[in-house]
């Protein structure tokens, strides 16, 4: 009996890390619908919207798609921790493909042996990462309104910070987590000029 009642206890105490880590990213599965919308401004929520438990410290890069003449409103938050709020850091970027001229020059000897130099030109494509937004350029707001004037793939870049307070939930590694929404929200925009 009494080793019946060890095995249980043993049992109990190396599942319950596993269940409190299953707990964590259970309850994290839906953040993004407690964040703060804007129905009322005339925004839908974006089925792109997402929602995960983080690391402190941890940076996620999600990408998305906005359409042509949609406006958009991006934000981040975390309920289940309000010492975060007005914490996070996000990026809005978009890879940018320009086309840039290489030049190579070679040296060979002609039929005199006379040293001579040939440049060639070739057009290649590079593509480089445009940051379009950086809330930490505009005093760590959590959200950004924008309208695309066409249609592009953006990278979202969240960062979590560390918690001052100590406070997030401890996961298996001891590692703190927190719970964060990405709420992306959409309405047709304001298209200016005549129309037929």
Not at 66 to 84: A, F, G
Not at 168 to 180: K, N, Q
Request: proline letters at 3%; hydrophobic letters at 35%.
């Amino acid at each position: 009996m009494i080793r019946f009642k060890l095995l249980t206890i043993v049992a109990v105490l190396t599942t319950a890390p596993m269940i409190h880590k299953a707990q964590s990213q259970r309850e994290c599965y839906n953040t993004v619908s407690f964040c703060e919308t804007k129905k009322k401004m005339g925004f839908t929520r974006n089925m792109q919207s997402l929602s995960g438990a983080f690391e402190q410290g941890d940076t996620s890069v999600v990408q998305i798609i906005v359409y042509k003449n949609m406006e958009y409103r991006i934000s981040v938050c975390s309920p289940s921790n309000p010492e975060l709020l007005g914490q996070f850091q996000f990026k809005i970027a978009e890879d940018v493909t320009k086309g840039v001229w290489k030049e190579t020059t070679q040296k060979f000897l002609d039929e005199d042996g006379v040293e001579q130099t040939k440049t060639t030109r070739k057009r290649v494509y590079e593509k480089n990462e445009v940051v379009r937004y950086d809330n930490s350029k505009d005093e760590m707001s959590q959200e950004f309104v924008f309208q695309s004037n066409q249609t592009r793939k953006l990278k979202v870049k969240v960062y979590v910070p560390e918690s001052e307070g100590g406070e997030m939930s401890a996961g298996m590694s001891g590692s703190s987590y927190a719970c964060v929404g990405l709420l992306i929200e959409h309405q047709p925009g304001v298209v200016s000029g005549f129309n037929r």
